[in-house]
C-alpha cells in the first residue's frame, strides 16, 4: 500500500509545502538523500506555540511533532515526487522549546518518530536526537527535521 493511502486511511493529509520564514530552502535533494529542514508545527496556518512543561503538556507536545513531521514529508514528496521512493528514514531530529526543569524531551518527539514507523515499517526506524531548547523561531514548541534516503 502507498504512504499517502496509508496517511489518507490515517486521516492525515500532507500539507503544502511551508513557506520558509527567512533565508533558506525547504529542503535539499543531494544525490539519493533529502535533507529537509526544520519544520514547525504549522497546520492550516497556524503554529502550535509553547513551551513544553510551562503551558503545554508532553501529549500537546507529541502533537505538535507529529504535525511538524508532517510538514516535513511534505517537503520531501515535493524534491522526490513521491513518498513510495522513500527507502529509509535515516535521522530525526527534533527541537523542543522546554522549561528549564523539563526533560521528557524525548517523549515528545516520539511524536514525530512513532508517525514515521507507522507509515514506513522498518524503513522508518531511524537514528535520533531530541535536544531541549530555550526557544524556537516564532514561539514554536517544537521543530523538526529528516535525513531520508530515496529508492534509486
Request: aromatic share 4%.
Amino acid at each position: 500500500m502507498s504512504v499517502e493511502k496509508t496517511l489518507e486511511e490515517m486521516g492525515l493529509k500532507l500539507p503544502s509545502v511551508p513557506a520558509p520564514v527567512a533565508a533558506y530552502v525547504p529542503g535539499v535533494l543531494d544525490g539519493s538523500l533529502v535533507y529537509t529542514s526544520g519544520q514547525l508545527p504549522t497546520e492550516n496556518g497556524a503554529l502550535r506555540k509553547g513551551k513544553l512543561g510551562a503551558d503545554m503538556t508532553v501529549e500537546e507536545g507529541y502533537e505538535a511533532a507529529r504535525t511538524a513531521v508532517l510538514n516535513c514529508l511534505a517537503v520531501v514528496k515535493s524534491l522526490a515526487g513521491s513518498l513510495d521512493r522513500v527507502e529509509r528514514i535515516v535521522k530525526v531530529v527534533g527541537y523542543v522549546n522546554s522549561a528549564p526543569d523539563f526533560e521528557a524531551q524525548p517523549k515528545v518527539v516520539n511524536g514525530a518518530s512513532e508517525l514515521l514507523g507507522q507509515l514506513f515499517g522498518d524503513a522508518g526506524v531511524h537514528s535520533r536526537s531530541a535536544v531541549g531548547v530555550s526557544s524556537l523561531p516564532l514561539g514554536a514548541c517544537c521543530e523538526i527535521e529528516l535525513i531520508v534516503r530515496l529508492k534509486p
